[in-house]
């Protein structure tokens, strides 16, 4: 956080390294450990945090909480929102303590979230755009935090998208 502001570019680079050493155990803290072998601590707190380690919801919003709710709307390059990611990991391991806490985590993020901008994070998103990509869950972040703080992004977003669809203002 950037003097009491959300740090877009920060949580941008996070949501797009994030996962970088998935498919190892412990994804999460590995990518945590050999970002801050690389002297990028912020970045390995967000990425080191999306599974939910140091998650509170019951804390201000911050950036971990931005990118914890986006990884938690997609699954592999979709858009699928909270219920539809965590339906399908319940279908997949079982409604395991683990999936419950993460998914309660999501859902309260997305409240304050819904506090703030009056409409719910995916039907805001669907709003402003209706491709149905990754993209849509990094458009969030930068709509969100230029709602709340009246940011700029959206046109840096766009440009690293390709998508002929920015041509209209969020």
């Not at 999460?28 to 912020?42: K, V």
């Not at 995916?122 to 209706?130: D, G, I, L």
Request: proline letters at 4%; hydrophobic letters at 40%; glycine letters at 10%.
């Amino acid at each position: 956080m950037k003097k009491g502001r959300l740090d877009a570019d920060l949580v941008t680079a996070a949501g797009q390294i994030h996962d970088f050493a998935k498919g190892q155990k412990g994804h999460a803290p590995i990518g945590r450990q050999r970002l801050l072998e690389q002297d990028q601590p912020e970045l390995a707190v967000l990425v080191g945090a999306h599974m939910g380690d140091g998650i509170d919801p019951a804390k201000i919003l911050s950036e971990k909480d931005i990118l914890y709710l986006a990884d938690k709307m997609v699954k592999g390059d979709r858009f699928v929102g909270i219920h539809g990611r965590f339906t399908a990991a319940y279908e997949k391991y079982g409604y395991l303590p683990q999936l419950q806490q993460r998914g309660k985590k999501a859902r309260a993020i997305a409240g304050k979230i819904e506090a703030i901008l009056g409409v719910s994070p995916e039907t805001y998103c669907k709003e402003k755009v209706n491709w149905n990509t990754i993209v849509l869950a990094f458009f969030f972040i930068y709509v969100l935090i230029k709602h709340i703080f009246k940011s700029e992004g959206y046109q840096w977003l766009c440009s690293i998208s390709q998508n002929r669809r920015c041509g209209r203002n969020p």
